[in-house]
């Protein structure tokens, strides 16, 4: 078999998956949330709709997953610290809430009835998502002995996570790069890493 030759037909998975972020992406901000739909993906994407049912369950997570889109950054290479991680980690998510089509998104979910479909999905997809994956780096660090094991790490996660959602809501400060790279070093100190 020539290994030279292009592939023909459906593109990969991962490839159909990040076509249709970006179109949901272009979609959310050009024209907002509501005009985000399987169809419109669909359309603007090239992707048919069952791989994108494949991906997400509706709509609403595939916005998420679009506003959110390489928000974390993947696990740290070689000299990489935990500290590091958290601040690229908090930095894509400033990034993604600070410009104004996600802070608007982030504020309707805000006022939205707690268990909505769309806030369930923002819950589960950036939420509990960038947690979780705090929880792993965490847990790496600790495997390595880079860090002590906290003591509680869920309440270590609640206050490494809580001050960007605070500021967002609250709007009295603005989501930056200085603010995510508070919020990581205090983060390290809450750890036990001075």
Do not use: C
């Not at 949330?33 to 669909?42: C, S, Y």
């Not at 090239?46 to 509706?58: E, S």
């Not at 740290?76 to 610290?81: I, M």
């Amino acid at each position: 078999m020539n290994q030279d030759k292009p592939h023909r037909g459906r593109p990969s998975s991962q490839a159909a998956r990040a076509n249709a972020l970006r179109a949901a992406r272009a979609i959310l901000f050009d024209q907002g949330l509501g005009r985000l739909t399987m169809e419109a993906v669909a359309a603007q994407s090239g992707v048919g709709k069952p791989t994108l049912y494949r991906h997400w369950a509706n709509a609403l997570e595939l916005a998420m997953a679009a506003l959110m889109a390489e928000p974390s950054p993947k696990a740290p290479v070689a000299g990489d610290t935990l500290e590091d991680w958290l601040r690229t980690q908090l930095r894509g998510l400033t990034t993604a809430f600070a410009a104004g089509r996600g802070r608007q998104i982030a504020l309707a979910l805000a006022a939205a009835d707690p268990e909505a479909e769309i806030t369930r999905a923002f819950r589960n997809q950036v939420i509990l998502a960038s947690r979780e994956a705090g929880r792993d780096q965490i847990a790496r660090a600790v495997a390595l002995g880079t860090i002590p094991a906290p003591p509680d790490i869920d309440l270590v996660l609640d206050m490494l996570y809580a001050p960007l959602f605070y500021r967002l809501l609250a709007g009295h400060r603005p989501l930056d790069d200085a603010f995510a790279d508070g919020v990581a070093r205090l983060g390290m100190r809450l750890l036990g890493v001075v």
